[in-house]
């Protein structure tokens, strides 16, 4: 089946992500392209339509991130976003001024609905603006179609050639039309059908791993997360009993998470090894406190165990993991280091050279939605599909500073009663974990004196895991749980509530 392919420019932000989630749920597949290649890519692969997203530079400034003027030559629909509307008005001759001022916030925008566009919207709704620079004059041949309280030229176009730019961000939902932006661009001016579904993406991937593997053998890393569950199931359905899954238990799981993950996957017909390598973990990690240095070890730990293991069962050709679109696009691409957020344990923490003939990743433009509903289809239980996301390098990069027996199991004592309280409330957040910190501090127990480690807990909502803001419990619920973790757990006087969002924080705290 043809996909009908659409582009999402990435100008060194992270706003590309949100943009291609809005099409991807409008069931247009897309993928995130970054500027360097667009061109290329847009040649070959020749896309219904490309948009060009947000980004932190000002276009007017030296090497920020540009395209190939004949991008605009290829007969492809363009829609701006942002420093993508700048960057339009800036290469066809408009102008692009720093305002001095940065303007944030929602604002009463009137559109002109005779925009192919602004189609069928309602004349006047709100959008959300965030920019510094604004384009001054338009290039020629384009008019404007709409404007804001605050921004007289918030959207403009060449209907003509099927350029179109906005200065606002359909894609976050304080854009109330943003929805219907989307769905005109994609529809009305591209011409895309709704054709990208799980269902087909399930059976063509199924296929597809069939026919590359054959009667070769797969050794899938399983970690016990969602999305190496979920591929588990998936090879299983592809290669049966080529299939080898791999758990390999570094130590740094939560309470009692190891055998639990023991006990579930040996109720699987699939053949399923269990390595404890705690002790080798740990003397690895030893004096380890730079987080990336943490998780550059441990995940070349893992491969280490890995290839030993698939040493003992025979020739392995490909390694399965599953890795999902925001741990590529966070790990940063290999070329651009400087980009990195965290070397996600998937992909930057690989090492260079590793022992396999291939790697498979057949989730890698997935979201973790996307991956929960392939595992919904698959028949997999709601509390291995539903349960909280947990990183790979699991609880070495929640703690901070050098980590050790001692400090383990404080954090996982500490982290079990967490969850068990939040679990009672009736609205669960989307992550909720504990942070043992490298910090001690003074306090009183009866009548002495002690000095333990503060903790810090983590709680928080988001459905994509890009952008997340903070749950709000009671008073009493910390309270309580503050109380039992002083109580219960020896080590820790000290319980702090985490109130920062992300960004700019991240979710882990390494
Ligand atoms: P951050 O900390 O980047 O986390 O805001 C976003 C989401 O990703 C999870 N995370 C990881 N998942 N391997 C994973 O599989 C990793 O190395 C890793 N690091 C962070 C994190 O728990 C959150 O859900």
């Known amino acids: ?169 359909p894609e976050v939902l304080d854009t109330e039309q943003g929805e219907d932006i989307f769905k005109n661009f994609l529809f009305k001016i591209c011409g895309c059908e709704q054709n ?96 990336e240095e943490k998780r550059k070890i441990i995940g070349k730990t893992f491969i280490e165990v890995f290839e030993k293991k698939a040493k003992e069962i025979g020739k392995v050709n490909f390694f399965a993991q599953g890795t999902i679109y925001p741990d590529i696009i966070e790990s940063g691409e290999k070329d651009d280091k400087k980009a990195t957020i965290k070397s996600h344990h998937n992909v930057g923490g690989l090492p260079e050279k590793i022992e396999f003939d291939e790697i498979l990743e057949p989730f890698r433009y997935l979201f973790k939605d996307e991956v929960r509903k392939i595992g919904k289809k698959l028949g997999l239980k709601d509390s291995l599909v539903y349960r909280q996301p947990f990183p790979g390098p699991g609880l070495a990069i929640r703690i901070i500073g050098e980590i050790t027996e001692e400090k383990l199991e404080i954090l996982k004592d500490a982290d079990l009663i967490f969850r068990q309280e939040i679990e009672k409330e009736s609205k669960k957040p989307s992550q909720y974990f504990a942070v043992l910190l490298n910090t001690k501090s003074v306090g ?24 997340a803001t903070i749950y709000k419990p009671s008073f009493e619920v910390l309270e309580n749980i503050a109380k039992r973790i002083v109580n219960e757990v020896q080590g820790i006087n000290r319980v702090l509530y985490d109130i920062t969002t992300k960004p700019p924080a991240t979710i882990e705290y390494e």
């Open 1 to 169: 089946m043809e996909k009908r392919i659409v582009f999402v420019v990435n100008f060194k932000g992270q706003y590309s992500r949100i943009i291609a989630r809005r099409v991807r749920e409008l069931n247009v597949y897309c993928e995130i392209v970054d500027f360097k290649d667009i061109y290329k890519k847009a040649l070959e692969k020749k896309p219904f339509g490309i948009i060009f997203s947000g980004g932190p530079n000002s276009v007017f400034e030296e090497g920020s991130p540009t395209v190939e003027k004949e991008l605009f030559s290829l007969n492809i629909p363009i829609l701006g976003i942002c420093y993508g509307a700048q960057l339009i008005a800036n290469m066809l001759g408009g102008n692009v001024e720093s305002a001095n001022k940065r303007e944030y916030g929602t604002f009463k925008t009137k559109f002109d609905v005779k925009s192919f566009l602004f189609d069928g919207l309602k004349e006047c709704s709100k959008t959300l603006m965030s920019h510094t620079d604004k384009v001054t004059s338009l290039p020629k041949n384009f008019k404007v179609t709409a404007s804001s309280s605050s921004t007289e030229i918030a959207a403009f176009e060449d209907g003509s050639k099927n350029i179109y730019a906005v200065q606002f961000h």
């Open 196 to 291: 990208w579904k799980l269902d087909d993406f399930l059976q063509n991937t199924i296929e597809k791993i069939k026919q590359k593997v054959q009667d070769k053998k797969v050794l899938l890393a399983l970690s016990g997360g969602v999305d190496s569950c979920v591929l588990a199931a998936v090879l299983q359905k592809a290669v049966g009993k080529n299939l080898t899954a791999v758990f390999v238990d570094h130590g740094f799981m939560r309470k009692n998470e190891s055998e639990e993950i023991n006990s579930c996957f040996k109720e699987w017909d699939m053949n399923f090894i269990s390595v404890d390598a705690r002790k080798i973990f740990l003397e690895k990690i030893k004096g380890v406190v730079d987080p």
């Open 444 to 467: 009183v127990m009866g009548d002495a004196r002690s000095y333990c480690y503060s903790l810090a807990l983590r709680a928080v909502e988001t459905t994509d895991f890009m952008t």
